[in-house]
Structures are given as C-alpha cells and as structure tokens.
C-alpha cells in the first residue's frame, strides 16, 4: 500500500516549458487535492477534485490546469512554467473519517523555473 | 477572503514540557479542523482533527476547539526532540476546500 505517490521529485524548467505533474493514490479515495507550498506561507490549494470527472478552483488556480484520469490519478499541469511558479507541489487525497475530511498527502514535487 | 492564522514562532520548550501550539481563523461557519506535522523537507502529517467544541486527546496530544473565540490549539505532553517540526493548522470551511496558516515552527531542546 504506497498511499499517495508522485512524479517526478525534483524538476527544472526554462521560463516558458511546460510539463505535468503526476499523482497517484492506492487508497480508493474520492477526492484528491493539488497544493503548493512557498516559504512562509504555508500550502495554498491549486485544484481539487471532490470526485472522478470532476475538477474545481482552488485558491490559486491561475497559470495551472488539472486532469482527473480516474479515481487513481490526478495530473497538474503548467502549460508555460513562469518563475513565479517555483515551489514544492503536493498532492493529497482524502477519505471521509469521523464525519471528517481527513487529507492524506504525497511526498511532494520540487519545481525550480529559471 | 478565509484566514488562518498561527504564530510562526519558533517556540522552544525544553525536553519533557508542555507545547502549546495556536491557531486562529476567521470564518465563524468552519466546518472541520485539521493539525498536520511536517518535517523539514517532508510532506505534512496529519495528527490530529477536531470536529466540535472541547478536548480530543490522542496519546500525547490534545486538540481544543473553541468555535465561540474562533481558535484551535494543540498542546503537546511530554514534549521530545523528535516532536521539532512545523505544525500547520488547517481549516475547512466548503467540505472540500481546505485552508492552511503558515505554520508554527517548534523547537525541543534536550
């Protein structure tokens, strides 16, 4: 059982790449979750998906889109990488607990954009 | 605009101490909440969710809700070196939008 995964661990881009980030989760969660997280601001939500086939803005959308493949994968995508979008991206996914959300999150992809 | 607020510390306690941790935020409708721990370059763990008014101890740990004063604390019994790292409180006011403070850096010194 790997919980939730991620591709690649690090990455560097040239201002204007584009590339995807890959999640995945093995724990038959509906919902997954994609962050970011920038020195002193704790993590920012990007996208999220409540369910398969659906996807929604999160606090900071803009410059990203997401794809909900299946109930396993969830990709984030930067179609022109600025250096504004340098960070650590995770990915989570969460199961209904206790009458809660309870999030469970991947080991995290580091972005450099030159 | 949803806020979370924690102090960002650090707070240092010794060895075998109590750790008092907070978090604030500013919509009175909040549905859940959320203490996750994170590890200096690792990814955020959860330890702790809260869910109405009162205490929920968990081993060494103890969440507080006060809904009426809109603030959440952990504190931490017993406190160990290996308990140094960032905790961040999250807060969820839709089911499924989540919102983080910027985390409270503690130290435990031997």
């Known amino acids: 059982n790997a919980g939730v995964t991620q591709t690649p661990k690090f990455q560097v881009l040239k201002t204007g790449q584009s590339m995807t980030l890959q999640c995945a989760q093995d724990?038959?969660?509906?919902?997954m979750y994609w962050y970011r997280q920038d020195p002193g601001m704790g993590l920012r939500l990007i996208y999220y998906?409540?369910?398969?086939?659906?996807?929604d803005k999160g606090e900071v959308p803009n410059g990203y889109n997401v794809s909900r493949l299946n109930k396993r994968e969830f990709s984030l995508r930067l179609e022109s990488a600025a250096p504004s979008q340098t960070s650590v991206y995770f990915c989570?996914?969460?199961?209904?607990?206790?009458?809660?959300?309870?999030?469970?999150f991947g080991p995290g992809t580091r972005l450099t954009v030159l | 605009q949803k806020e979370v607020e924690q102090n960002s510390g650090p707070l240092s306690v010794p060895e075998g101490a109590i750790a008092s941790l907070n978090c604030t935020y500013s919509?009175?409708?909040?549905?859940?909440f959320f203490w996750y721990r994170q590890y200096s370059g690792k990814s955020p763990e959860l330890i702790m969710s809260?869910?109405?008014?009162g205490d929920k101890e968990d081993g060494r740990f103890t969440a507080q809700l006060n809904k009426a004063s809109q603030y959440v604390s952990l504190l931490i019994r017993d406190s160990q070196p290996s308990d140094s790292a960032t905790y961040l409180c999250?807060?969820?006011?839709?089911?499924?939008?989540?919102?983080f403070g910027s985390g409270t850096k503690l130290n435990v010194k031997p």
């Open positions: 919509d009175r409708v909040s549905q859940s």
């Open positions: 998906s409540a369910s398969e086939g659906t996807t």
């Open positions: 724990m038959n969660h509906n919902s």
């Open positions: 809260i869910y109405s008014n």
């Open positions: 999250a807060v969820t006011w839709d089911f499924n939008k989540f919102y």
């Open positions: 989570a996914s969460s199961e209904i607990l206790d009458g809660g959300n309870e999030q469970f």
